[in-house]
């Protein structure tokens, strides 16, 4: 590739970003200065310091020397930092500078141990310190310092300079220690000041090393500016009039102070693009100081579109949007059906089965199936006992055996030969038994907020309300009533309660009621310690047996999953890996975008 040909490449056109990839605001000439100051005077010091057999000037000059180093390390830094881009760094070479404040605060570390350690030698053997010399040199040092310190000062922006001016502030406290040790000897020949005032030093210019050196270590590890809170940005993005949702965003800075963001945006239409890119941009820049934004652009239809399929001209096209159809299944002498909701294209083979919770209903799934139906026939039943689905006869049939039955039979109608898994609580128990099973259809499975052990505060608490009488004169109460009940699955506006709630309350004989058989609880209320012991072996092992990627979502404040199952279940089957999710308890309710996000990206 020829030299134009990669200059064209970096160049930036109007719309880009309008940073410079050269780093401008650290200036060489100080640190030059700095360095001449400093390297001079630690042969001086560090001369004098052999001859008074002063610890706090060794100390001293040892900043000194290291403060050279430092120094040139950072000058070099910014000389490599001012490199243009190349073909093999196409974002230039401004990391180099935070690389450079890592190793000086890591040296900086290993200076600050050594004069402690030298220092605590000094109380078991004292030395015979030259209090004049120390009081001279240290003075002229002081004098020096304050003079770098003030040069380093004027660049406060770059990393690297505020790194090596940590090193220069810990030589002017030094001074100052070693000029007051000095004092102190002269008057009263006190030599235990000398190491005392060492380890004070020392002590003192830590925090600011400790604090560099955390900086520059998330930098270099490209997380999230310290200064931009990345679910704000998320919240504005969606807010963005346009925007459908956003998925797969990354902040982090290509070199200090230069912010980039990338993402991907579901759109309705993609002629509506660049008017939207140019809100992004400049709702970007103006509130978070992002503006190196590549942003991916994807149309998921309109709901134009969506009732173009639905009509009769579209002919033998179908698209479902939470229609409910049912299936006919058995439950040993005698039949019953099975409701499920879809939405999507029914010829479409990528199938993904939506399992709901104990008293919940297939739709939970509403908000995840709407944003996933144009990549996947999405299905979403009401297990037997809730919602539109029959209710059995014998109430010991409401378990996990009965369940994988019936979903077998839902996915023989389907006729789908492979299908993905999204498991909530009790839905994820029913997948984890299929999946298990030879020759299951299941090639991916989502599992949320379960394991093979429930803790028994969580069992305590379901059982506190489960098939317990609930029956409201007014919906609104009922809905309040039902959204206090639900409060563990995350911080919800009114709006998204009505459509994740709502369809749980059903009217009968004027009253509103739970739309499940009440006797869902009686094979629930029969389990004792024992039952439960045995059942979280049996679950153990039938999880051990499962050989498909496995996704397991725990709400961070979960009660019925821990983190220790987590861990468990992650170290017991290769092929599971975690995610938490942060201030949401039992169980993550998958109708907020960045939820459904972590779905959409593992399913895709």
């Not at 009533?481 to 919800?492: M, P, R, S, V």
């Amino acid at each position: 590739m020829s030299t134009t040909d990669n200059l064209s490449l970096h160049a930036h056109k109007r719309g880009d970003a309008k940073h410079s990839h050269r780093k401008e605001v650290s200036n060489q000439h100080l640190l030059l200065i700095a360095l001449v100051l400093t390297l001079g005077f630690a042969g001086v010091e560090g001369t004098a310091a052999y001859f008074a057999n002063s610890l706090a000037l060794i100390s001293d000059a040892g900043h000194m020397v290291t403060d050279a180093a430092a120094l040139g390390l950072a000058l070099l830094a910014q000389i490599i930092s001012r490199r243009p881009p190349s073909a093999k760094h196409s974002f230039g070479f401004g990391r180099a500078e935070a690389l450079a404040a890592f190793v000086n605060s890591l040296i900086m570390l290993a200076l600050v141990s050594w004069i402690v350690y030298e220092a605590i030698t000094r109380f078991y053997d004292p030395h015979k310190v030259d209090g004049l010399t120390v009081t001279v040199v240290a003075s002229i040092g002081l004098v020096m310092n304050i003079v770098v310190a003030w040069v380093l000062s004027r660049d406060k922006k770059s990393v690297n300079t505020r790194a090596a001016l940590v090193h220069v502030m810990g030589d002017l406290l030094g001074s100052i220690a070693a000029l007051i040790a000095g004092v102190v000897i002269q008057l009263t020949g006190w030599m235990p000041i000398d190491a005392i005032l060492s380890i004070l030093v020392s002590l003192l210019i830590l925090k600011s090393t400790i604090s560099i050196l955390k900086e520059s270590y998330h930098f270099l590890m490209e997380g999230v500016p310290l200064h931009i809170d990345y679910l704000a940005v998320g919240k504005d993005l969606r807010a963005i009039p346009g925007v459908l949702a956003v998925h797969d965003l990354h902040v982090w800075e290509m070199t200090p102070s230069f912010p980039a963001l990338i993402g991907h945006i579901e759109i309705t239409q993609m002629q509506e693009w660049p008017s939207i890119m140019s809100r992004i941009n400049t709702m970007l820049l103006d509130k978070h100081g992002i503006d190196h934004v590549t942003l991916q652009p994807e149309e998921v239809g309109s709901d134009d579109e969506h009732d173009h399929l639905d009509s009769p001209s579209a002919g033998a096209a179908q698209f479902h949007q939470g229609d409910i159809f049912y299936v006919e299944c058995s439950n040993g002498e005698s039949k019953h059906q099975m409701a499920y909701h879809a939405w999507g294209d029914p010829s479409n083979t990528q199938v993904l089965i939506c399992v709901h919770g104990l008293t919940r209903r297939g739709n939970d799934f509403k908000t995840l199936a709407q944003a996933m139906c144009q990549d996947f026939y999405v299905v979403c039943p009401d297990v037997v006992g809730r919602g539109d689905s029959d209710h059995l006869s014998n109430p010991m049939q409401y378990a996990v055996p009965q369940y994988v039955a019936d979903m077998t039979q839902l996915v023989k109608h389907l006729g789908a030969a492979q299908i993905n898994w999204f498991g909530t609580s009790m839905g994820g128990l029913i997948g984890m038994v299929y999946a298990a099973m030879p020759n299951s259809p299941i090639r991916k499975m989502l599992i949320n907020d379960v394991g093979p052990r429930i803790e028994p505060e969580a069992i305590a608490r379901l059982g506190s309300y489960v098939g317990q009488a609930f029956s409201f004169s007014n919906r609104a109460d009922a809905l309040e009533k039902l959204n206090e009940i639900c409060a563990t699955f995350g911080d919800h506006t009114l709006e998204e309660w009505e459509t994740y709630n709502g369809p749980m309350l059903v009217q009968r004989d004027g009253k509103w009621v739970m739309h499940y058989d009440p006797d869902i609880a009686v094979p629930f209320a029969s389990v004792n310690p024992m039952i439960a012991k045995a059942g979280e072996m049996a679950m153990w092992h039938v999880f051990k047996q499962i050989h498909i990627p496995i996704l397991i979502i725990r709400g961070g404040d979960s009660d019925l999953l821990s983190a220790a199952t987590v861990a468990e279940m992650c170290k017991s089957n290769p092929y599971a890996r975690s995610i938490e999710i942060p201030n949401v308890g039992h169980a993550p309710a998958f109708v907020k975008a960045e939820q459904i996000a972590l779905a959409k990206e593992f399913f895709g």
